[in-house]
């Protein structure tokens, strides 16, 4: 089974990690030349999108029928033209298995492994504060001025998981202290 995600789906959820009951939808996309263009029914797809995609974690089934029954429509929708404008984006195979291995791992589980490895459970990470609001809105800034919006992101994860969330240590990996 192929899937498919919104892109940037973060921008539209308001709550994390749980099924929310309601998305937020910017009045921006009345100037987005791109989205005007589009025809009626693909615009309200693309609301539909963004509902269906937050209730399952962004792993969207890439088959029409499908989003057509889950979305209530009369008719088979057409995904193309969210595809080419980029709202749309297959999840790779890999990315998905990785996903789903971690789904299906409990927190007893991962208790257990680490009890074997000698480590502790980590801690939750503490709510940010405006600092790292504030450097976390530096790091997306320089990504976006060096890589095109979906690449920005794919690096803005990355970057995330691989210094653990440390926006001192991202920023000075990416020589953005002094930017």
């Given at each position: 089974m192929r899937y498919i995600q919104v892109v940037n789906l973060?921008?539209?959820q308001h709550y994390k990690n749980r099924n929310p009951p309601w998305v937020k939808w910017y009045t921006h996309c009345l100037d987005d030349s791109e989205f005007?263009?589009?025809d009626d029914a693909t615009k309200w797809l693309a609301v539909g999108l963004v509902m269906l995609a937050s209730r399952c974690s962004n792993r969207i089934?890439?088959?029409?029928k499908w989003i057509q029954n889950r979305?209530?429509?009369?008719?088979?929708?057409?995904?193309k033209a969210l595809r080419r404008m980029g709202f749309l984006a297959s999840i790779p195979r890999a990315k998905r298995l990785l996903r789903d291995r971690d789904r299906e791992e409990t927190e007893t589980e991962t208790e257990n492994v680490l009890a074997k490895e000698g480590k502790e459970k980590p801690q939750r990470k503490p709510t940010?504060?405006?600092?790292?609001?504030?450097?976390s809105m530096k790091i997306r800034r320089i990504l976006t001025q060096r890589y095109p919006e979906s690449r920005a992101n794919e690096e803005w994860t990355r970057l995330m998981h691989q210094y653990g969330g440390n926006t001192d240590v991202i920023l000075s990996a990416i020589g953005g202290l002094d930017a």
């Open positions: 973060e921008r539209y005007a263009e589009l089934k890439s088959d029409s979305l209530g429509m009369h008719s088979e929708p057409n995904l940010p504060t405006p600092d790292d609001t504030s450097r």
